[in-house]
């Protein structure tokens, strides 16, 4: 489990969100650790999702999170949306209005924000704040993170470097999407057993590896935590392993997005 870093703000902290189709979550993060400075907030996602509501509620959870300090009015944040981001516009809306789909979100962030603004894919959040901090710190060539979840969110970093908005979890086997068959939600909704579970994440995860040739594999979402009921059934030449930064993995990614200026 990720640590907690109980310490006041200062220069290495940044402020990351992450947006979700049900909560809203923020932190304070220590970027030279990668650890929540207090706690993880959250706010409830407005009903629909509208761009204007978001940024509302973006608003009033910053403020709890910052309430003063040296510089805390001009502290930058980086932000994790459920989107494809191609130099800060949002090109699709998983979960979200569709009011998001074309949006200047970085820029438009910006103003009605009042501060500098990163914004990232979540999963792309995810996967970087794993590779920097969490199961993939310190790794060299190619590593593949995949939340597994309602879908199959996924992020590449090569050398360090994130190839953005690698959407894995579309890929087509057997003639379905594989999120349609092998996401933790599809396992609970129709009550496969960790068995037959893990025989469709090979499958998956076969495919995937012949077609990148990674050098490791984490595994995230809320089933990493059941990590000893799969992964030892999967037989690949990629080392996998479970990813270890849990629910803040999304905000420390956010947090890194407001300095690295990915786009």
């Known amino acids: 489990m990720t640590a907690v870093v109980e310490a006041a703000a200062g ?3 940044r402020i990351g969100i992450d947006v ?3 909560w809203i979550k923020g932190a304070l993060v220590d970027l030279a650790s990668g650890t929540p400075a207090g706690a ?3 706010l409830q996602t407005p009903p629909g999702g509208r761009a204007d509501a978001v ?4 608003d009033r959870l910053i403020a709890g999170l910052d309430a003063g300090g040296p510089g805390a009015a001009d502290r930058a944040v980086g932000v994790a949306i459920p989107s494809i981001v191609q130099r800060g516009v949002a090109r699709s809306a998983a979960n979200m209005d569709s009011s998001w789909i074309g ?3 970085q820029s438009y962030l910006r103003s009605r924000l009042g501060r500098p603004v990163g914004v990232v894919n979540d999963a792309d959040a995810a996967g970087m704040a794993e590779a920097h901090y969490g199961a993939g710190a310190a790794k060299q060539g190619v590593v593949l993170v995949l939340t597994l979840g309602t879908g199959i969110g996924s992020a590449l ?9 690698f959407e894995l979890g579309h890929l087509e086997i057997g003639g379905a999407k594989a999120e349609s068959r092998t996401s933790a939600v599809v396992r609970e909704n129709e009550g496969l057993g960790w068995v037959e579970y893990a025989g469709r994440l090979q499958r998956y995860l076969s495919h995937v590896e012949f077609l990148f040739s990674p050098d490791l594999i984490i595994i995230g979402g ?4 059941c990590a000893n ?8 030449r990629t080392r996998v392993v479970p990813a270890s930064l849990e629910n803040s993995a999304g905000v420390v990614g956010a947090a890194l997005q407001a300095t690295a200026g990915w786009k």
């Open 222 to 225: 809320g089933i990493s935590a």
């Open 229 to 236: 009921e799969y992964l030892p059934r999967l037989s690949l």
């Open 11 to 13: 220069p290495d902290v």
């Open 20 to 22: 979700g189709g049900t």
């Open 157 to 165: 970093i090569v050398d360090g470097r994130l190839v953005p908005n």
């Open 40 to 42: 993880v907030r959250r």
């Open 103 to 105: 949006l200047d979100v």
């Open 55 to 58: 940024a509302d509620t973006m």
